[in-house]
């Protein structure tokens, strides 16, 4: 259905900036709610951030508020997760993903239908 491409991780140093782009190939992606999810070794996917269709309602865990941003352009069919002050905490897999049937923003991983690949973000100290 779907196809969802993440880019632009690396290895940065504490402190730097990254921006993560994720291409949809879908026709639809102006219609989905947008998230971004992240995956550290050994521990659980947990969310980072949200975007409604419009672009008009973000959402962010506390963890990141302040120093990422969600942004998304429709007319590109992609969304971005600018990411600033990065902490070695921050080191994990990106995902992005997209939610077809919400009403709210989501938070949960089970509420998003299709999923990219997931790029690497890792922060040295």
């Known amino acids: 259905q779907e196809q969802l491409v993440e880019s632009g991780g690396g290895l940065v140093q504490a402190g730097g900036s990254l921006r993560l782009s994720c291409a949809a190939s879908?026709?639809?992606?102006?219609?989905?709610?947008m998230g971004w999810f992240r995956q550290a070794p050994g521990k659980e996917r947990e969310f980072v951030a949200a975007?409604?269709?419009?672009?008009?309602?973000?959402y962010y865990a506390d963890s990141v508020k302040g120093r990422f941003t969600i942004s998304r352009d429709n007319a590109k069919n992609t969304v971005y997760l600018q990411m600033n002050s990065l902490k070695p905490e921050d080191t994990a897999v990106y995902y992005c993903?997209?939610?077809?049937?919400?009403?709210?923003?989501?938070?949960?991983?089970?509420?998003?239908?299709?999923w990219g690949q997931g790029t690497q973000v890792t922060v040295s100290s």
């Open positions: 993903a997209a939610d077809e049937g919400s009403i709210m923003l989501a938070t949960t991983i089970h509420a998003y239908a299709y």
């Open positions: 879908g026709r639809r992606f102006s219609s989905y709610h």
């Open positions: 975007i409604t269709w419009t672009g008009g309602t973000l």
